[in-house]
Nanobody, 118 residues
Framework: QVQLVESGGGLVQPGGSLRLSCTAS????????MAWFRQAPGKEREFVSRIIRSSGSTYHANSVKGRFTISRDNAKNTVYLQMNSLKPEDTAVYYCAAGRSVQVYDYWGQGTQVTVSS
């Protein structure tokens, strides 16, 4: 079984930055895509960013494009989300996911809270 563990969340002021990490452990881990999703209170979970594990190709939601950057370190089985110019509307629980395609995610982390507030 694969486990994903997120870290790096916290409280930050508007305009600030955070870097989230997601490390995988367990049996042989070689997903096609890894991604970040988020869910704000009272809202549905939404896609944030994804990265193709082999090529490093990335894609970001329009709401975070230019502010967030996803990257990976395959040797460490870790994916990162660098979040800059944070806004209050970025407040949410952020989840890491790994999957067989960009549409199907088989493994999910437990989530890490990001709060953007003054």
């Amino acid at each position: 079984q694969v486990q994903l563990v997120e870290s790096g969340g916290g409280l930050v002021q508007p305009g600030g930055s955070l870097r989230l990490s997601c490390t995988a452990s367990g049996r042989t881990f070689n997903p096609y895509s890894m991604a970040w999703f988020r869910q704000a209170p009272g809202k549905e979970r939404e896609f944030v960013s994804r990265i193709i594990r082999s090529s490093g190709s990335t894609y970001h939601a329009n709401s975070v494009k230019g502010r967030f950057t996803i990257s990976r370190d395959n040797a460490k089985n870790t994916v990162y989300l660098q979040m800059n110019s944070l806004k209050p509307e970025d407040t949410a629980v952020y989840y890491c996911a790994a999957g067989r395609s960009v549409q199907v995610y088989d493994y999910w982390g437990q989530g890490t809270q990001v709060t953007v507030s003054s």
